[in-house]
């Protein structure tokens, strides 16, 4: 996607200057001079297609800070997501777990972007892939979930989500504290049940039962909270055994 005979640095710089004069345009479409106008336009014409990726809402900080990070992961962390049929790769992204959407930070890291669910109901964030799931898939809640397996029979799906805010001060200053806590479902015939450990999963396949715990143990496997690559693993053993028996 970068632009022809520009370098990635370079078409990183327009980007950013393109972000800038867009909101400026936004903020003061009566007061910018015609030339920045004519400026701005130029940056987008010649960003192209990629400019579109940037032209969400952008994120308001947190006045008060946290203590307790409402992200996940808590730091811009590298990943991929499609956008009108565009694969962007390398692209900061986060999880805002309070507000339930994804943020993307702009190239020159002074914004965050907001990415509308409907434009981009998935992406993947390091190694995970995280999609947004609704009435219409008969989720819990609508919200985006870490998808830690997936197949067409059944899948698993972790969810995070805020418990409480509480407010602790560090001498006249008050930051937020984030509770955050998860869910893990497993999505089975149409129905969503929440599992929190090894003997949840298996009480839905119980003709795999010794199997399943001789891998468990064999593995040290132990499914439960922040062990999705426990999970995933005993889902697809699992997976594994189901297509033995057809």
């Known amino acids: ?22 909101i400026a345009i936004c903020l ?6 015609a030339q920045n106008i004519d400026i701005a336009r130029q940056y ?25 990070s409402p992200y996940y992961p808590t730091e811009y962390t590298t990943g991929k997501l499609t956008y009108r049929g565009l694969v962007y790769q390398d692209i900061p992204l986060l999880l805002n777990i309070e507000y339930k959407y994804l943020v993307m930070q702009s190239p020159d890291r002074k914004y965050s972007i907001i990415l509308s669910p409907e434009a981009v109901p998935r992406a993947t964030i390091g190694a995970w892939d995280y999609v947004y799931l609704g009435p219409e898939d008969h989720a819990p ?20 989500y805020i418990s409480n805010i509480n407010k602790q001060y560090e001498g006249s200053r008050m930051y937020l504290d984030f509770s955050i806590k998860e ?53 697809q053993y699992c997976n594994e055994l189901t297509k033995d028996k057809e």
């Open 1 to 22: 996607l970068l632009g022809a005979g520009r370098t990635k640095k370079e078409d990183t710089m327009k980007i950013g200057k393109a972000i800038r004069w867009g």
């Open 44 to 68: 987008q014409q010649e960003v192209g297609i990629q400019g579109l990726l940037y032209r969400g809402k952008l994120e308001k900080s947190y006045a008060l800070g946290y203590a307790n």
């Open 141 to 160: 809640y609508q919200d985006y979930y870490i998808a830690v397996y997936e197949s067409p029979e059944w899948s698993i799906y972790k969810q995070f």
């Open 183 to 235: 869910r893990v479902y497993l999505k089975k015939d149409g129905r969503w049940t929440t599992i929190s450990s090894r003997n949840d999963f298996i009480k839905h396949f119980r003709q795999y039962r010794t199997q399943l715990v001789d891998y468990c143990k064999k593995n040290r496997l132990r499914p439960g909270d922040k062990r999705e690559e426990d999970w995933r693993k005993l889902a």
């Open 28 to 33: 003061f479409p009566l007061t910018l001079p």
